[in-house]
């Protein structure tokens, strides 16, 4: 699974606009206090961020290789799947 498809399935399962950003994919304007995200690594541009956003603080929860394995982790965290 990539970004793109990660938003169908989110919009599908009616996850709110303003709960997830995915960078290059559904980047809410404007942005909301609080939300989980899927970024490319500001630090490690070969990784992929999977995080939260609070209040603008933008603190990673973890690290990773694949695009696809951010995205299963993002779905989880946003549906508990």
Do not use: K
Not at 9 to 20: M, S
Not at 65 to 81: K, V
């Amino acid at each position: 699974m990539n970004r793109d498809t990660l938003d169908s399935v989110l919009r599908a399962l009616g996850v709110q606009d303003g709960h997830y950003f995915l960078e290059d994919v559904h980047e809410p304007i404007p942005l909301p206090t609080d939300f989980l995200f899927l970024r490319r690594s500001p630090t490690e541009p070969d990784r992929w961020d999977v995080g939260a956003c609070e209040r603008g603080a933008w603190e990673t929860i973890s690290l990773h290789t694949h695009e696809e394995d951010a995205c299963t982790h993002l779905l989880r965290l946003l549906t508990g799947n």
